[in-house]
T-cell receptor, first 110, second 110 residues
Framework: DTEVTQTPKHLVMGMTNKKSLKCEQH?????MYWYKQKAKKPPELMFV???????INESVPSRFSPECPNSSLLNLHLHALQPEDSALYLC?????????FGQGTRLTVV | KQEVTQIPAALSVPEGENLVLNCSFT??????LQWFRQDPGKGLTSLLL?????REQTSGRLNASLDKSSGRSTLYIAASQPGDSATYLC?????????FGAGTRLTVKP
């Protein structure tokens, strides 16, 4: 199983809403990533978790709050987002070598 | 901070042509380099992974090379097909950090 599963696939939320994105992998990988990708741009690194501890935070605004409750699961909690936060949010996992990506969550903030 | 550049930004070729996509990076102290394919609005599909100690990897019609000392990688696609049309991204891993180039948008015309 080389799959990274992201839910939901699509999300529309208002600027006052609180929502969460979920990412799951069962490959035993101990590094998990969140990326943000705007249209026709490359993925931009947001957070890296290594052994369930936050190891990289790329100066992401506090309205994005990551959480790694166990080695298989990665969440991204969203609160008070802005329309410019609308993007494809990608999750990835790796164990030293190859990185595997999920299909992403298409987020629209209205 | 690692900077990754991909040339060309876009490429349109007739079916059957062989083509080369280029990726360059500024810091040669890399762990590995991975080539991905991305279809519009979708996640990333891993194509080839080259470890820092390797020079080349092949999978079917794809061949990727790595020259770490000069900070360059190429992705060679043989006998291109319309189904190869997508955006091709290279990602460079340094420790837990993985940075992407802006991608090459490939169109293969029947």
């Amino acid at each position: 199983d080389t799959e990274v599963t992201q839910t939901p696939k699509h999300l529309v939320m208002g600027m006052t809403n609180k929502k969460s994105l979920k990412c799951e992998q069962h490959m035993g990988h101990r590094a998990m990533y969140w990326y943000k990708q705007k249209a026709k741009k490359p993925p931009e690194l947001m957070f890296v978790y290594s052994y369930e501890k936050l190891s990289i935070n790329e100066s992401v605004p506090s309205r994005f709050s990551p959480e790694c409750p166990n080695s298989s699961l990665l969440n991204l909690h969203l609160h008070a987002l802005q329309p410019e936060d609308s993007a494809l949010y990608l999750c990835a996992s790796s164990q030293g070598n190859e990185a595997f990506f999920g299909q992403g969550t298409r987020l629209t903030v209205v | 901070k690692q900077e990754v550049t991909q040339i060309p930004a876009a490429l349109s070729v007739p079916e059957g042509e062989n083509l080369v996509l280029n990726c360059s990076f500024t810091d040669s102290a890399i762990y590995n380099l991975q080539w991905f394919r991305q279809d519009p609005g979708k996640g990333l599909t891993s194509l080839l992974l080259i470890q820092s100690s390797q020079r080349e990897q092949t999978s079917g019609r794809l061949n990727a090379s790595l020259d770490k000392s000069s900070g360059r990688s190429t992705l060679y696609i043989a006998a291109s097909q319309p189904g190869d049309s997508a955006t091709y991204l290279c990602a460079v891993r340094s420790g837990r950090d993985m940075r992407f180039g802006a991608g090459t948008r490939l169109t293969v015309k029947p």
